[in-house]
């Protein structure tokens, strides 16, 4: 049996329409695998798109799942995953947050950002580690947020 | 959630928030049932912050359907087996 198992994370990405999501979502999984974390993406169709063209090679990019597969896995106890980051910018993406945090066991990061980013870190009411910046179309306040929590080092 | 998209739904609200089709439950249902998220209606893992509620009104199933793009549609859907099955849930 291995004594250090292999980490894993979940990103759940939501609608692409926020320029910022994909540019995170590559330095994300950048530095969960220079931590040793296995990073699998969920998305819509248009979502995993953005990230596969961007990266032709998978240098970053492993493996990509269908949004509602990821979740129909995690409910069918097929798999589950050490952490998972919800990328939010509307209401749909606090939805998809609260689901995860309770149906994966996983620590559970809330990634908010938009021109509204206040309002929707307001409406979260449940467990989870909130990295909020109001970033649009520039990701620096977000990548910033994120490199202070650190949460591949976690 | 391909399933939902064969189903004969009727779309009582779209583009809304998830409170906002909670609310309209509540205020608009005869009888509702509240569930956890991925709880599964229609073979379907519902997605929502919980608890999720659902409405029932008669053999009408009206529930939050969550896309990422699309924000929140509250269905209604006619099926009497499934109505039952939630009614138990009671």
Redo the contacts between chains.
């Keep these: 049996m291995e004594d250090n198992p292999q980490r894993s994370a979940l990103l759940v990405l939501g609608c692409p329409q926020v320029p910022v999501q994909t540019s995170i979502a590559l330095y994300l999984i950048h530095r969960l695998r220079q931590e040793g974390v296995i990073p699998v993406v969920a998305g819509n169709r248009s979502a995993i798109t953005l990230l596969v063209v961007a990266d032709p090679k998978r240098h970053y990019l492993g493996e990509a799942l269908d949004l509602d597969h990821a979740i129909d896995q995690i409910m069918d106890k097929k798999r589950d995953f050490d952490l998972c980051f919800v990328f939010i910018h509307n209401d749909a993406g606090v939805s998809y947050a609260a689901t995860m945090g309770a149906i994966s066991r996983a620590r559970l990061y809330s990634i908010i950002y938009g021109e509204h980013y206040d309002e929707i870190v307001a409406s979260i009411n449940f467990p989870c580690i909130s990295i909020a910046a109001k970033a649009v179309h520039n990701p620096m306040p977000l990548k910033k947020m994120l490199d202070e929590v650190a949460p591949w080092a976690a | ?2 399933c939902i998209e064969s189903l004969p739904y009727e779309i009582v609200l779209s583009g809304s ?2 409170k906002e089709c909670r609310d309209y439950i509540k205020k608009k249902c005869r009888e509702s049932v509240e569930v ?3 709880f ?1 209606i229609f073979d ?2 519902i ?4 608890p999720i509620t659902i409405g029932l009104d008669g053999d009408f199933v009206i529930f ?1 359907y ?7 549609f509250l269905l209604r859907v006619e099926d009497r087996e499934e109505a039952d099955r939630l009614r138990k849930k009671k």
Excluded: A, E, Y
């Design positions: 959630m391909g928030s998830f956890q998220p991925g599964r379907t893992h997605i929502g912050v919980p939050p969550t896309k990422p793009c699309h924000g929140t």
